[in-house]
Nanobody, 126 residues
Framework: QLQLVESGGDLVQPGGSLRLSCAASGFTLHYYAIDWFRQAPGKEREGVSCISGSGGGTAYASSVKGRFTISRDNAGHTVYLQMNRLKPEDTAVYYC???????????????????WGQGTQVTVSS
């Protein structure tokens, strides 16, 4: 079975840090761009970050720029989202999604995804 699995979500205090992982099962991520999304209760899903298939291109939502960093390992197994200086408004379920379509690009991508993870909960208390 081909799938993505997110992990690393937890309950943290404001100002704390977490590192989320998006791991591929049954395939490698060498030729996929990976996008992170999040959805808070009562709110619409929003894009958070993206990394291109080569790893050379990245993008961030304005709300997380300067606090979050996306990266990928050389083995093509896992993509990470390092989250620093977390705020209560970062509370959400975080999802990763993989695409081969326009895998070299991140900025302004609108289109389908090949795989979605099931999500991991991030809660930032106040």
């Amino acid at each position: 079975q081909l799938q993505l699995v997110e992990s690393g979500g937890d309950l943290v205090q404001p100002g704390g840090s977490l590192r989320l992982s998006c791991a591929a099962s049954g395939f490698t991520l060498h030729y996929y761009a990976i996008d992170w999304f999040r959805q808070a209760p009562g709110k619409e899903r929003e894009g958070v970050s993206c990394i291109s298939g080569s790893g050379g291109g990245t993008a961030y939502a304005s709300s997380v720029k300067g606090r979050f960093t996306i990266s990928r390992d050389n083995a093509g197994h896992t993509v990470y989202l390092q989250m620093n200086r977390l705020k209560p408004e970062d509370t959400a379920v975080y999802y990763c999604a993989a695409r081969t379509r326009l895998y070299h690009a991140c900025s302004g991508y609108v289109g389908p995804y090949d795989y979605w993870g099931q999500g991991t909960q991030v809660t930032v208390s106040s």
